[in-house]
């Protein structure tokens, strides 16, 4: 064997070890949370809005991000006595940093959870998003062990259309989740976002093809009304 080809493997090995280095790193690394200060001014008016106004315990509480934000949910949910506390832009770490002035305070029966969606666009792994959400059901879980959880899954939008696998994979690692636990449901209102293609159904999103329309929203009021007992 060529002696110069010999002295050259002991390098050749190293370069590979460091190349299968940074690439497993490059895998597991997560995406830093971003600045949940960022959003000081929403929850601001959330809390300046309770010390004026009184709201129930037991009630049905809407949380996440701009998919709950834009839903006119005491509008569409005229029986329930409903709180809105969606933020847009917000990821699920968001939530959880915020989880004692948004969701542990009102005491709800029903918690509805949409947010992940800006995760996977944000650079989050499904692992990531799936352990997010962990967290927020482990604060449900100690501090409100009567209310149950829906989760509305990752919606399929045409704006991030190029994005679906991962989030239709993290859907399925949640739903997964889900499965084992008690008072944790799993409302499927994505599925019936495609159109026969197995595409976005672009009738029900607004011009930004990210965010629902009034038909959207009336199909997910349908959805939850059908899958949810006494809603």
Not at 2 to 29: E, G, N, Q, R
Not at 97 to 114: N, Q, S
Not at 117 to 146: C, M, T
């Amino acid at each position: 064997m060529d002696t110069k080809l010999v002295s050259k493997i002991p390098i050749m090995a190293a370069k590979l070890l460091i190349i299968l280095l940074i690439f497993t790193c490059s895998v597991y690394a997560q995406t830093p949370d971003p600045d949940p200060e960022r959003f000081s001014d929403p929850i601001q008016f959330f809390m300046r809005y309770d010390s004026k106004n009184s709201y129930k315990i037991n009630s049905t509480l809407f949380v996440g991000s701009s998919s709950i934000r834009m839903w006119p949910t005491a509008e569409s949910f005229p029986d329930q006595y409903v709180i809105n506390r969606g933020f847009g832009g917000s990821h699920i770490s968001d939530v959880n940093y915020f989880y004692e002035k948004i969701v542990k305070k009102y005491r709800p029966a029903r918690i509805i959870f949409y947010a992940g969606d800006n995760d996977i666009a944000a650079g989050k792994s499904p692992e990531q998003v799936l352990e997010d959400y962990q967290n927020f059901v482990e604060k449900v879980e100690q501090d409100l062990p009567h209310s149950k959880v829906y989760y509305l899954p990752i919606k399929p939008s045409i704006n991030r259309w190029k994005m679906w696998t991962p989030m239709e994979i993290t859907n399925s690692m949640i739903r997964d989740y889900i499965n084992k636990k008690e008072k944790l449901y799993y409302i499927d209102t994505a599925s019936p976002m495609l159109n026969d293609a197995g595409k976005p159904n672009f009738e029900l999103f607004i011009e930004d093809g990210l965010h629902l329309n009034e038909k959207g929203y009336q199909l997910w009021n349908k959805i939850l009304r059908s899958e949810i007992d006494g809603f």
